[in-house]
């Protein structure tokens, strides 16, 4: 592999000329090429569009749902700096009126040409000329969404805001202490993999909205446990801006078809609730797909239930095109009138009208999967389950700020029952409630919310695990009857590059792990074994923990040739498991051993069930100065680099 063949990899995304797609991007606003049910085609089950009363579909005056914007992160799960809240219509994070950086250099010369002066070359600018310098697009002028991570980034950084699974990756890729800022080196972004399919338990709680649904209920629940957790819900949301601003580079005629499609796409097959679902960008193939595979139609709303797919009336002056589609989490009231649901729009969980006539287009109808069954056949369908977060919610409250029952140093201003914008307390202190009531309203001082007190420390009453994590560093800390205990439930929820491993936090440092080049090196780990080089000097190590990710031998630029950095052929792990090579080759950055150190992959043991010998024999630019923090596993194909394992964490030890 060369020297520059990671960083290829990494920055072939930048080849895309910038499109912009206005920042708007909901439902499609032109209408799809005619799907085969749609035009009268029969699904297994028999049903076909056509068997709908016309009335059922028929828009009833609402405006098309193609004005919304896209921002990396939703008002509800941006990690802003204290004291400042997230700005839904920039996408900044302000305070005192100020848009805060740092700013990429496209959108400082943006600020000039309008006159900025001064304030263009600092890090506050006035946030009314920080919308117009970001422009209409999907990410600020001078960055583009990069296709292998859904960041927004320039030929050096990713900027935010981001949220906190994505501060946690870039800290489990050797980020450090920049991955709490609001731009971080792009080498330490997450990549995407888009084949991945991930069992992860619910989130959130609202009213209705159940923790987590039982999976023997089939398809729709198991979509619904993905969709519904932070990790599942960013996962699909990075997948999705990458999946669009493809479209937008390819198709600039078309670039914002279809933002609800694309989003629901991704999470039923991300999910595993349909592993083999294309993505699908207009909401009639999307519809046409599902029922191909023999999805049922559930006219009945008095019927629908969480995790059933909605698809939506036709969009106004277009018949035969629905106007949206997305996941339902639940009832508001009981009925099926007004509910919650997850989609492109809004926060990761909100409320919307769904049979009842409303701002939005109506619910038309629901699909479920072929295997879902109902309550009474699959066992108890809501599970209220203290093992999963919960998520803030504005309900029925009244317009203004309240202060959050998840993470106590953060508060949260409901407009119209929906979650505006986000407020954080300096560090070490929490939101002030008006009474010791959780819904009453918070304190506020001036403009903003009022901040005091300190934050639920071990030992302390606690309302939920927010409370036990202050920051955006965890801290290890799960509430439990009432008392923060040790334990985890996610791995953002852990300090520095440690990970969640069976509820407790383990592994990597509490200190956030490496620093970038040029910056001081962390402590060596203890404990005997190989020399590792960590880019600065060396240190000893017998276990470590690493992000990886798969390459295969091509005469490609990307991927480097066929032969490691001696000369010698390239064993893919293939080939290792059908007995044909002795060992699998891996990449690491040069400094971090010495040619032919053998080590041992944990989880790709696991899931082969049998000893797997790695040697490390191969480097890459991409890797310098990295250490031990990234791998590149040998694979046989392009497809075999989505591997879901190999993408992860891996857990791997020097072997004798």
Partial sequence: MSTTARLSRLLVAAAFSFVSVNGLIGCSSGVDDPGPLGGGGVGPNGETILDLDPALLANEGTEPETGEYLHLVTPDLAVCPSGSAFDEIGGFCVAGGLALGPFAPG???????????????????????????????????????????????????????????????????????????????????????????????????????????????????????????????????????????????????????????????????????????????????????????????????????????????????VPGHPDHVYMYAGSKDGSPGNGYVIDNQGAMVHERNISASGSKTRAAYALRAPNAKTSSDCGEKITNDSAFESEDSCGEKADGWYCSDLREYSAYKCVNKQIQIGFQCAQGQTCTRVSAQPEDKAQMSGQNPACGSTPAAPGQTCKSDGQCNPGSNGAGKVCTGGQCVAGCKADYQCPGSSTCQAGQCAGGSSGGGSTPPGGTPPAPPSGGGATVGNGNGNMSASSFSCKGTGYFPSNTGVEGGFKDRLGAKLNTLQDFLAGKVPYVSVAMDSKAFGYGTKLRIEELERKYGKAIEFRVVDTGGAFKGKGTTRMDVCVSTKDATLDATINGTLSVRVAP
């Fill in 107 to 317: 959108m400082i010369a943006e600020c000039q040409k309008l006159g900025g002066g001064a304030q263009c070359t600092t890090a506050k600018w006035d946030l009314a000329l920080a919308r117009r310098a970001r422009g209409e697009g999907l990410c600020p002028a001078g960055t583009d969404v990069d296709l292998e991570t859904g960041l927004c980034t320039d030929d050096r950084y990713a900027y935010g805001p981001f949220d906190l699974t994505i501060i946690k990756e870039c800290r489990l890729t050797g980020g450090g202490a920049q991955c709490d800022e609001l731009r971080f080196d792009k080498w330490f972004a997450p990549l995407l993999t888009f084949e991945d399919v991930t069992s992860t338990t619910g989130g959130a709680t609202f009213l209705a909205v159940p923790s987590k649904l039982n999976e023997a209920c089939g398809s729709n629940a198991k979509l619904f446990n993905f969709y519904k957790s932070q990790d599942g819900f960013m996962r699909v949301r990075r997948a999705a801006r990458a999946k669009l601003r493809d479209i937008g580079a390819s198709t600039a005629s078309r670039p914002d078809r279809n933002g609800c499609a694309t989003y629901l796409s991704y999470a039923l097959k991300q999910s595993g609730a349909v592993p083999d679902m294309g993505i699908h960008p207009g909401t009639e193939e999307f519809r046409d797909a599902l029922l191909k595979k023999g999805w049922k139609v559930i006219k009945d709303p008095n019927q629908f239930q969480p995790g059933d797919v909605i698809i939506s009336r036709d969009r106004k002056g």
